[in-house]
């Protein structure tokens, strides 16, 4: 039991513990198939290792430093039978692939990191019901317990978890449930704040910095694939990049509000919601997507940290994000409305084919204070005016606080408006 014990923990930093979560997927007849909370790994090929070797050396070096900690730390959490179970499941997978793949890895200070992060900060992992008018379970997911005041804990998961739901619970390690209130969404993002009050301790994870974010760091997975049987499954992988965008409105163009972080750890349904972990402990992203067909693996992604945490703070204050700026004007598209403008007795310059013809400006938008009704915006931070449906499409990359330049043209003159500071869109 001792050998299997240590052995199982360096494979698990090497291939992922188990993986598990609920089904939500995009619009059916797509070859590739973006779906939300769920992936799968894959292995590179390079040598062939002997394992019977490998097992054993890996044995003598580890075994002195790590049993002790590891018994100790695991069977507190884990039955005999699921840690049987967890080891042959391993094994059988390092079995089938170390012919393919190389092992180069520190095994000793992999496996105890793997181990500190996912006995510290795995328990903040939580589960996420969704039930509907008439209390019945239409959804499930994970979520992410990440602020405590007094007795009210904070939990961030996916919209698309909470989406179309009467009423939600948190649902933890011992099967027990709390009633929780919906704070607010933010649809464009794909990000929901949940709340319960309870006298009980329980564990909060603490934001990292997603932004320095590197490729090839190694990360953890942690949500509840496929439902509560594999509650707080853990998989492990790297990032395999950043800011990775998608047509989440299915326009036909990529949203550029959410840099995705693009990963290999094994995610599926039930993991929406879920803590992406460093291997300092830290959150860095929710898990959101996977990319599934039969010509792709190992293509899940992330919402990043530094965006979830700003939209969460938004959450708590406002009860919805402010994230998604606006320019604040009224316009018609030169490109498309000419006639209609020249109807209304506007002249447009010769030579002006494309751009925002400004009839108001909103008092306190962005645009208050530079832009004036009249204008003929030709360019908005780096993006020239062609038509306002590439315009939509591109000014979705930038963010509340963003500081940008608009060109416009006004009384026979282009002029350069400095230092515009993005604000919240107004709805």
């Known amino acids: 039991m001792k050998k299997r ?17 609920f089904f939500f997927s ?21 040598t062939t290792i002997d394992t019977d070797q490998m097992v054993s050396e890996i044995y003598a070096m580890i075994y002195a430093d790590l049993y002790d900690q590891v018994r100790a730390e695991v069977i507190q959490n884990l039955t005999e039978e699921r ?8 094994l059988a997978d390092l079995y089938s692939k170390i012919d393919q793949g190389e092992l180069s890895v520190d095994a000793q200070s992999l496996a105890q990191t793997v181990l500190a992060v996912v006995a510290s900060e795995a328990s903040a992992v939580i589960g996420v019901s969704n039930y509907d008018a008439s209390d019945s379970l239409q959804a499930i997911g994970s979520g992410v317990i990440y602020k405590h005041v007094d007795n009210m804990y904070y939990v961030v998961t996916n919209n698309h978890v909470v989406e179309d739901g009467s009423s939600y619970k948190i649902h933890f390690a011992d099967d027990s449930e709390i009633a929780a209130t919906l704070l607010g969404t933010d649809a464009t993002a794909d990000i929901a704040v949940l709340s319960f009050v309870s006298g009980n301790s329980y564990k909060v994870a603490s934001f990292g910095d997603s932004d320095s974010l590197q490729v090839g760091s190694v990360v953890l997975a942690v949500g509840n694939p496929n439902g509560y049987d594999y509650f707080n499954s853990v998989t492990m992988g790297i990032v395999s990049g950043t800011r990775r965008y998608f047509d989440v409105d299915n326009d036909n163009v990529k949203d550029m509000f959410v840099g995705y972080i693009q990963h290999d750890a094994s995610i599926n349904a039930g ?8 291997l300092q402990g830290e959150v860095i992203g929710i898990n959101v997507i996977k990319i599934a067909s039969t010509e792709i693996e190992g293509m899940g992604f992330a919402i990043p940290s530094s965006l979830v945490a700003a939209i969460c703070s938004d959450i708590e204050i406002y009860g919805y994000s402010n994230q998604v700026p606006g320019v604040g004007i009224t316009f018609n598209d030169i490109s498309t409305d000419m006639a209609r403008l020249t109807a209304e007795g506007i002249t447009i310059p010769e030579g002006i084919t494309a751009g925002f013809y400004v009839h108001e400006v ?8 530079y832009v004036l009704p009249g204008d003929i915006i030709l360019q908005i931070g780096d993006i020239v005016i062609t038509n306002l449906y590439n315009f ?11 500081v ?15 230092d515009i500071v993005l604000k919240p869109k107004v709805n």
Request: charged share 10%; net charge negative; proline share 2%.
């Open 271 to 278: 993991n929406s919601g879920g803590a992406f972990f460093n």
């Open 26 to 46: 995009t619009a059916p007849g797509t070859t590739d198939t973006t779906t939300f909370l769920t992936s799968s790994t894959t292995t590179t090929t390079t």
């Open 5 to 21: 014990l240590v052995v199982l923990f360096l494979l698990l930093s090497i291939f992922g513990l188990t993986g598990c979560s």
């Open 392 to 402: 939509s499409a591109e000014f979705s990359k930038y963010h509340v606080g963003d």
């Open 404 to 418: 940008i330049d608009i060109v416009v043209y006004r009384n026979g003159a282009t002029l350069t408006l400095s």
């Open 362 to 369: 909103t008092p306190g938008s962005s645009a208050d204070g």
């Open 83 to 90: 840690f049987n179970e967890i080891y042959d499941q391993v």
